[in-house]
């Protein structure tokens, strides 16, 4: 969007004038003068302060608010206009956006006026007044000084927006009357560097959405996304209520809308005639295509999309309870109650063998030649050593006793997960337990992703509505693996409980899909990640002169993608207004003096949730008046309109200038100076001294008439122009040529 002068955004309406206008640049450079020392060095990149105005005109200023040392800094931090009715705390905090708690802040909640990261401030005649509390001066004022690192109490600014704020104390912590906030950024760190707070949920919240049920497959049983063919496996028995149709078997499905490619419903039984079978359990994929699974009572087959049937064998002995990939290519790990067998898929015999103590299911964990054995009835967890077909260790499983769930090893560290009951017990891979991860419902089976390193957990609903625990619906749970840490916000599985089967995953590499069957309904329920707006850019601060083109961006990712307004402030912060058809990634427009101190942020929304980002403050300035330049051999001649003149006759020179100009006198010949008289024309009187700009020793005099005040001094040496500028810049008034474009984050 691209505004004309008089419709730039945010601009008042005719007649309109912004509250509490900023000083000319004129007469801003007037104090700088008056107040540098003749020969001061002034630093460009000084400490700028900063000022914000609170919900009932408060006013905090902070000395500094960039580059500041991530070790810790001193600023000084100035208030007026605060109430004397309650206490606040000045402090370094996260800033959570408007109406929103800063916190934490550094500090935390100073009770013992010890800390140097935080002040306390109250009414005076407070019962803290004294060594805990500081009293407000006349006019509800104060001046503190106050130590911030980036870091320390729960707070990193480096990791998140940080305000040097005044919020109310412990006493009114609701109150948000007092929040005052100034954004600060440390060294190394640009303002307009990725960020943004959510409205709704935190930026970057992670949810999933039911996307579709897939009720093609029967009763669904187990899954396996096929990492070379990418269709989904899924294993089903059939559905008592559709008496028409037999639907046991290996079907295959598209997994983007759940069509049904294949279904392979037939297998070897243990004469070796094919009939009807189940698919009970998928060991694992064949490469390319395909997978191998089991199929009751004793069935070991394989099969891919398009085959009539499944090929196979029948083992003897009990029935399995579990399978695996075995340790070479032919063959599988089956588990026949407490038996434990490597079985040559081709002929159906075992290889080698081992009996464990007790269990009926095991995780195998190939990437570190070790397989876990669960006994959910004695409460033991037993690691058998690949190689050698031994067991090599036996652990405890903590209340262990009871329903069993599932055993799974995450590829990416080792770890063992057993669901039992409504807990899952994480083990590390030397058998340490490292959590206990309690849910509402039963632990039915888990999944991992190792792009993200994430966990997906199934809880699934007992389905006894007599019991008070149990209300039909099931549950998904993201983690973290290394901090188990929720990861995604827990997503309701409707009508999901166990009386009909245990509810099994699929989760699609980097976890941007994940499937969950449903036995009791006969369908799987395909979820899809969306991700609440993240900022990965944010407008940046913005200095121009009046009609001087500007220019902010931002950008953010979600999933869906998000949509974009720009909003603009007025009153600094304390509203917000979105600007009209701001919709793009830049906000271009005609900077003028009226939008002086103006903030804008973008505003990304999309259906998981709203996130804003921190405001830029547009610094607009009035360009400099004329800048013509001419001299003469001879003194005479004069300025008109901003112009400047010089003269190096003997008999001196006089320069007049309209509308604020200065005048620099000529040198004599003779090493003496012919005073130099300067005049502005103006409608008030105010009186200045001259200045001499010579060689010789002899003095002069200037006028000056206007309005707003002259520049002069009496017997001192004029500043260089490069010292003023200086000085202009180390206050953060930033003087450019009117046809230079601005950007944010440009320079």
């Not at 980036?150 to 990193?156: I, P, R, S, V």
């Not at 050698?388 to 405890?396: G, P």
Request: aromatic share 4%.
């Amino acid at each position: 969007m691209t505004s004309t002068p008089g419709t730039a955004p945010g601009t008042p309406p005719s007649g309109r004038r912004r509250l509490g206008p900023r000083a000319g640049t004129a007469a801003v450079a007037a104090l700088l003068l008056a107040a540098i020392p003749t020969g001061a060095a002034v630093s460009a990149d000084a400490g700028t302060p900063k000022t914000g105005t609170g919900p009932r005109g408060q006013k905090l200023t902070v000395s500094a608010t960039t580059g500041l040392d991530p070790a810790g800094e001193k600023v000084r931090v100035t208030g007026e206009g605060y109430g004397l009715t309650s206490g606040i705390y000045v402090a370094l905090c996260k800033d959570n956006g408007d109406n929103r708690v800063p916190s934490p802040c550094l500090g935390g909640a100073d009770v013992s006026g010890g800390s140097k990261t935080s002040q306390w401030i109250v009414p005076p005649g407070d019962p803290y007044e004294g060594d805990l509390a500081r009293a407000f001066g006349p006019g509800g004022t104060f001046d503190v000084e106050i130590e911030i690192p980036a870091k320390g109490d729960g707070l990193d600014c480096t990791a998140v927006a940080c305000s040097l704020v005044t919020r109310a104390d412990h006493r009114s912590s609701g109150d948000r009357s007092q929040d005052v906030r100034i954004p600060v950024a440390f060294a190394d760190q640009e303002p307009g560097e990725p960020g943004g707070e959510g409205v709704d949920v935190p930026a970057g919240t992670v949810s999933y959405q039911a996307a579709a049920d897939f009720t093609a497959a029967g009763k669904p049983l187990d899954l396996l996304l096929h990492p070379d063919s990418k269709k989904l496996y899924v294993g089903a028995d059939n559905l008592p209520d559709t008496a028409d149709v037999d639907e046991r078997g290996l079907h295959v499905l598209n997994p983007e809308d759940g069509k049904a490619e294949s279904w392979i419903s037939q297998a070897p039984g243990p004469t070796g005639e094919v009939r009807a079978s189940a698919a009970a359990r998928i060991a694992g994929p064949l490469p390319g295509d395909g997978v191998v699974y089991n199929y009751p009572l004793r069935g070991v087959g394989s099969a891919k999309a398009g085959d009539e049937k499944a090929s196979g064998v029948w083992l003897t002995g009990s029935t399995i309870t579990d399978i695996a990939p075995g340790t070479t290519p032919g063959t599988v790990l089956v588990a026949q109650g407490a038996k434990l067998s490597e079985i040559d898929r081709g002929t159906g015999t075992a290889t080698r063998s081992l009996t464990l103590p007790g269990g009926t299911q095991f995780a195998a964990d190939p990437a570190r030649g070790a397989l876990w054995f669960s006994d959910f009835a004695a409460g033991q967890l037993h690691r058998v050593d690949l190689a050698s077909f031994t067991v090599t260790a036996s652990f405890a499983l903590p209340g262990a006793e009871g329903m069993a769930g599932f055993t799974e090893t995450d590829p990416a560290t080792g770890a063992v997960w057993v669901g039992v009951n409504r807990s899952v017990l994480v083990l590390d891979a030397a058998g340490k337990p490292l959590k206990t991860l309690v849910g509402a419902d039963l632990a039915r089976d888990a999944a991992f992703d190792e792009a993200t390193g994430r966990a997906y957990v199934a809880w699934q609903d007992g389905g006894d509505l007599s019991d008070p625990a149990n209300d039909n619906n099931g549950t998904l749970t993201v983690y973290d693996t290394e901090d188990f840490a929720v990861a995604a916000t827990d997503v309701s599985l409707p009508g999901n409980h166990s009386q009909s089967g245990a509810a099994s995953l699929a989760v699609e590499p980097g976890g941007a899909t994940v499937f969950v069957t449903n036995p009791a309904e006969g369908k799987i329920t395909k979820l899809v990640r969306q991700v609440s707006p993240l900022v990965t850019r944010a407008p940046a601060d913005l200095a121009a002169e009046d009609g001087e083109e500007v220019t902010l961006s931002a950008a953010a990712q979600g999933s869906p993608e998000p949509t974009l307004r720009w909003q603009v402030s007025t009153d600094d912060s304390v509203t917000w207004q979105d600007v009209e058809g701001a919709t793009g990634p830049a906000l271009t427009f005609t900077a003028r003096t009226a939008q002086d101190g103006y903030r804008y942020r973008a505003e990304f929304r999309n259906d998981v949730g709203t996130t804003r980002t921190s405001a830029a403050t547009l610094t607009v300035t009035a360009p400099p008046t004329g800048g013509g330049e001419t001299g003469g051999d001879s003194g005479g001649g004069a300025s008109t309109g901003g112009g400047s003149t010089e003269g190096d006759g003997t008999t001196g020179a006089v320069g007049t200038r309209s509308g604020g100009g200065s005048t620099t006198g000529g040198s004599g010949s003779n090493g003496t100076a012919d005073g130099a008289t300067g005049t502005a024309d103006g409608s008030g009187a105010s009186g200045g001294a001259g200045s001499t700009v010579a060689g010789g020793a002899g003095g002069g005099t200037g006028a000056a008439t206007t309005s707003g005040g002259g520049l002069a001094a009496t017997g001192v040496t004029v500043m260089s122009a490069t010292l003023v500028a200086a000085g202009l810049v180390g206050a953060g008034l930033l003087i450019h040529r009117r046809t230079r474009r601005r950007t944010d984050g440009v320079s």
